[in-house]
Nanobody
């Protein structure tokens, strides 16, 4: 069983930065790939970025490439999403999700565990 807790959301101005954290319980977190998803009001949840269990491979949706960076510290059971050059269209609730082994998946249904989400609001 893995429990995920996101933090770091808040209000930022356009062009600003935020760093989201996804902290996991359990000693086997290093075996899980992690994905970040976001859901804006009235819209479907969409994939933002993902990282493999080892941290060796990352993937990003085109709209955040060059602005967002995903990393993980398995010793701290934490994955970080550094978000720079934020835009109003980045406003959403951000969720992290974990999947045992495997690669990076852009479909949320394949993930085993989800956090409760953290709100990110970017003002223009």
């Amino acid at each position: 069983q893995v429990q995920l807790v996101e933090s770091g959301g808040g209000l930022a101005q356009a062009g600003g930065s935020l760093r989201l954290s996804c902290a996991a319980s359990g000693r086997t977190f290093s075996r899980y790939s992690v994905g970040w998803f976001r859901q804006a009001p009235g819209k479907e949840r969409t994939f933002v970025a993902g990282i493999t269990a080892s941290g060796g491979t990352t993937d990003y949706v085109d709209s955040v490439k060059g602005r967002f960076t995903l990393s993980r510290d398995n010793a701290k059971n934490t994955v970080y999403l550094q978000m720079n050059s934020l835009k109003p269209e980045d406003t959403a609730v951000y969720y992290c999700a974990a999947r045992l082994r495997g690669g990076i998946y852009t479909t949320g249904d394949v993930y085993d565990y989800w956090g409760q989400g953290t709100q990110v609001t970017v003002s223009s």
